[in-house]
């Protein structure tokens, strides 16, 4: 009887059809995540003058869904380790896209936060969900490019959002917006029927014909017969336990990319939500507000895969400090007087090193835990994450609150970049300590 590693064979394997048809997948599933977290700053300028909210209400309201998100990481993110990943991404994708249609029919704010902290529970889960399976199925070499080009689904789905705002918003109200939500669950049904299961979870699970086709697929050329016993080398049989995600040394990087999701996420939803506002309060209309709020999401798009690109040929920590350092520089810019031209500019490398490196911290949290604990290590990273979510549109509105210069508003918004930079210099010192502790151990048994 042979024993065979699967990840053996899922990192070596050419790419083929069956990549595609996970990535693409993948990004459809986030393309209708990213629609469903942007819309609030779609209609932010909207449902203010509607209701007659005040900045830091606004900023309130818009931290209910982030709240949802926080659980829903946490939540959703250990428990597919449990019950797999097919069935948590079902559970998220109905909920928030439930929820997000109830939220066209809300009357009051209150009925609104409701909604909006239903849509973030399933929102939070299914994005460490869905970059551990995209993560699993990659091949090693293409690992980060790959999750990062379905990571840009995300991106796409904010941009579709803002331009399907610039033309709904005016003929149909906002509520119109989350009515549109209806047609993803439509395609629910064939998304589930073509999306496979973790091959690690059904192995764990003793469900070795079902795998075994899997990897068929992966690598036909690999010949598995019913009598190679499949492995996971870095499964040690304990439970997928928070704990775990400190053990084995893995402690200082833990904390280091716990800070940099906070601090990215913080600029992410500040941006997000306040971005249109700001520039409205600036003398932009509504229109070309909400085409800054689309050059922000295509330059995440832009970010994430030109970073995935970077991080396959260099190291991708390194991608991820440079990624920070930029989103420092060019949001301090952006409240300064320039021409239409570089702030168009500016906003998209924004966006490219906000939304594009969340991507890219999603693809180097993955790459660091091994599978056993790889959903529990994204959904504790995405829901403490979330912590910054939070903030962000609060930070925002108590920044409009207090009226601000808008350059101070911005610089404040930019100062989390530098925190993160520096987080993630920790992380990556620390991985190449590990590393060579590591090489000189094997030296070590080898002699």
Known sequence: MRKVDVHDIIDNARFSGFHWLVMCLCALLLIFDGYDLFIYGVVLPVIMKEWGLTPLEAGALGSYALFGMMFGALVFGTLADRIGRK?????????????????????????????????GLGCGGLMPNVVALMNEYAPKRLRS??????????????????????????????????????VPLLLLPVILWHLPESVGFLVRQGRTEQARALLDKIDPD???????????????????????????????????????????????????????????????????????????????????????WLGDRFNLAKVVVLFFALAAVS????????????LYTLITVAGATTIGTQILLYASAAQFYGLSIRSTGLGWASGIGRNGAIVGPLLGGALMGINLPLQLNFIAFAIPGAIAALAMTVFAVSSKRSGAAAAVVLSAAKA
């Open 331 to 342: 949001i301090s810019l952006l409240g300064f007087k320039t021409p239409m031209p570089m």
């Open 145 to 182: 490019t790959l999750v990062a080009v379905m990571f840009s689904g995300y991106s796409l789905g904010g941009m579709f959002s803002a331009g399907l705002g610039i033309y709904m918003l005016p003929r149909f109200g906002w509520e119109a917006m989350f009515f549109a939500a209806a």
């Open 87 to 119: 069935k948590g991404i079902a559970i998220c994708f109905v909920l928030f896209s439930g929820a997000t249609v109830l939220n066209g029919f809300a009357s009051t704010p209150t009925e609104f936060g409701i909604f909006r902290f239903l849509a």
């Open 222 to 308: 690999r010949g598995l017969t019913a009598g190679d016993e499949l492995v996971l080398v870095d499964v040690k049989g304990k439970s997928a336990s928070v704990l775990e995600l400190f053990r084995d040394g893995r402690s200082v990087r833990t904390l280091s990319i716990w800070v940099a999701f906070f601090c990215c996420l913080l600029m992410v939803y500040a941006l997000g939500s306040w971005l249109p506002k700001l520039m409205a309060n600036a003398g932009y209309s509504l229109g070309s507000s909400l085409s800054f709020l689309l050059a922000l999401n295509f330059g995440g798009m832009f970010g994430a895969i030109l970073g995935g």
